[in-house]
């Protein structure tokens, strides 16, 4: 069974940075996608970003040029760097993978103070 552990969240001013760590186990295979989700109060789960085994990566538009998604295949790890950042980023973020299933972390929050 795959368990995905999110860590790196907090409490960071408007304009300020955060990155993500997601980390997969229970697996010994390069997982074949994973990427990040958010969840704002009464909105519904969006997709931020996504990084394909091989490197190809997609975002939201509502974070190109801002966010940067990568990963360790070594690790199956995948992070996510989080720069110039808004009010309307505060969400819970959580860490996904699809690999035959989709796996899910438990979710890590972000307040982004204005």
């Known amino acids: 069974q795959v368990q995905l552990v999110e860590s790196g969240g907090g409490l960071v001013q408007a304009g300020g940075s955060l990155r993500l760590s997601c980390a997969a186990s229970?697996?010994?295979?390069?997982?074949?996608?994973m990427g990040w989700c958010r969840q704002a109060p009464g909105k519904q789960r969006e997709l931020v970003a996504s990084?394909?085994?091989?490197?190809?990566?997609n975002y939201a538009d509502s974070v190109k040029g801002r966010f940067t998604i990568s990963r360790d295949n070594t690790k199956n790890t995948v992070y996510l760097q989080m720069n110039s950042l808004k009010s309307e980023d505060t969400a819970v973020y959580y860490c996904?993978?699809?690999?035959?299933?989709?796996?899910w972390g438990q979710g890590t929050e972000v307040t982004v103070s204005s």
């Open positions: 996904n993978a699809v690999h035959y299933f989709t796996y």
């Open positions: 229970g697996i010994t295979s390069i997982l074949n996608l």
């Open positions: 990084i394909a085994r091989g490197g190809n990566t």
